[in-house]
């Protein structure tokens, strides 16, 4: 199975501060099939970044993803107060898909 | 707009089976996705289950050997999970999902999510 490391597991920041979140998988991630999930107290994870790169619908340009191979970034370029939660990332590009343990950004 | 609803008993016994289904609305379970099980525990975290095609093929996550059945019911528009000889550590909550198909970079992420259903393995 691939695994992947997040870090940090915490990211204490302010408001309008930018947060950069990073996931690190143990083998490569087949054609860059990574994904970044947002997911709040007692909610279901949400889709944010698929592709490595790529916003899904609805999601706001503040938040950007980049990196290839083994090493991915999710960047939060100026949080807003809705944007404290965990964040997980996922490759789907080898079976079983799986999840990194998740960062929490919190205020 | 499509929907996930998870549905099932929220207290199984240890050695018992779980039993969860997972209505579609707004949409056709037809469609060209397929459709997951995904699980969440504190010590585990998110871990995938399985999934399925509308035609009945699946893919199922080796950890769970041969624990884990799921099917799908195109009449009625939904798919369940099947988790047989359930332990304590099957208590978390279960979500259903679908991987969309993004034409722009291939693959299929969970794009949608129901909003999940917490079992508990307990006697």
């Known amino acids: 199975d691939i695994v992947l490391t997040q870090s940090p597991g915490t990211l204490s920041l302010s408001l309008g501060e930018r947060a950069t979140l990073s996931c690190r998988a143990s083998?490569?991630?087949?054609?860059?099939?990574l994904a970044w999930y947002q997911q709040k107290v007692g909610q279901a994870p949400r889709l944010l970044i698929y592709?490595?790169?790529s916003r899904a619908t609805g999601i706001p340009d503040r938040f950007s993803g980049s990196g290839s191979g083994t090493d991915f970034t999710l960047t939060i370029s100026r949080l807003e107060p809705e944007d404290f939660a965990v964040y997980y990332c996922?490759?789907?590009?080898?079976?079983?898909?799986?999840f990194g343990q998740g960062t929490k950004v919190e205020i | 707009q499509v929907q996930l609803q998870e549905s099932g008993p929220g207290l199984v016994r240890p050695s018992g089976t779980l039993s969860l289904t997972c209505a579609v609305s707004g949409g056709s379970i037809s469609s060209s996705s397929w459709w997951s099980w995904v699980r969440q525990s504190p010590g585990k975290g998110l871990e995938w289950i399985g999934d399925i095609f509308h035609n009945g093929r699946t893919n199922y996550n080796p950890s769970l050997k041969s624990q884990a059945t799921i099917s799908v019911d195109k009449s009625k528009n939904q798919f369940s999970l099947r988790l047989k000889s359930v332990t304590a550590a099957d208590t978390a909550v279960y979500f259903c999902?679908?991987?969309?198909?993004?034409?722009?970079?291939?693959?299929?992420?969970?794009?949608?999510w129901g909003q999940g259903t917490l079992v508990t393995v307990s006697s």
């Open positions: 996922q490759q789907y590009g080898t079976s079983p898909r799986t």
């Open positions: 999902a679908r991987e969309g198909y993004f034409y722009d970079s291939g693959g299929y992420p969970f794009d949608l």
């Open positions: 592709g490595a790169f």
């Open positions: 083998q490569s991630v087949s054609d860059n099939y």
